[in-house]
């Protein structure tokens, strides 16, 4: 049986690949779909703001977001989990719909309600410089 430690760096991993195929101008984003890794309910801290959402006001959200992206990858760089919550130290990049790409570094922090859905997204993420690698 896996432990909830392993369970939730699994967890947020598994999101990663979630946002790869998801988090694209032409992917198909349902509520559904949003549904299989947001909890009902969660709270959004990016960069010192803080948000409440539910998974429809998640999923306009996200519409937004993705509607520029060509594509979007990350490169982690180390997860640590506990029973709590798992932390993600990596760095994205995003290429868009006009041929741009911007990299950031970022450290997550994610809490997990008991079926592995996200309550807590809790990010700092600085823009990179330099090439796009």
């Known amino acids: 049986m896996q432990s909830k430690t392993d369970a939730n760096a699994a967890w947020a991993l598994g999101l990663l690949d979630w946002n790869r195929a998801h988090l694209t101008h032409d992917s198909d984003l349902s509520e559904a779909a949003v549904g299989e890794r947001f909890a009902d309910r969660l709270v959004v ?27 979007i990858d990350y490169q982690v760089h180390e997860t640590v989990a506990n029973e709590a919550s798992a932390v993600l130290v990596m760095s994205a990049r995003v ?31 600085v823009k990179a410089e330099g090439p796009a690698g």
Do not use: C, H, P
């Open 45 to 71: 801290k990016a960069n010192g703001r803080t948000y409440e959402a539910d998974r429809r006001a998640y999923k306009e959200f996200l519409d937004g977001f993705r509607r520029t992206i060509a594509a």
């Open 95 to 125: 290429d868009r719909l006009d041929g741009s790409v911007d990299r950031f570094e970022a450290m997550l922090l994610l809490k997990f309600d008991g079926s592995g859905r996200v309550e807590l997204w809790q990010e700092v993420y």
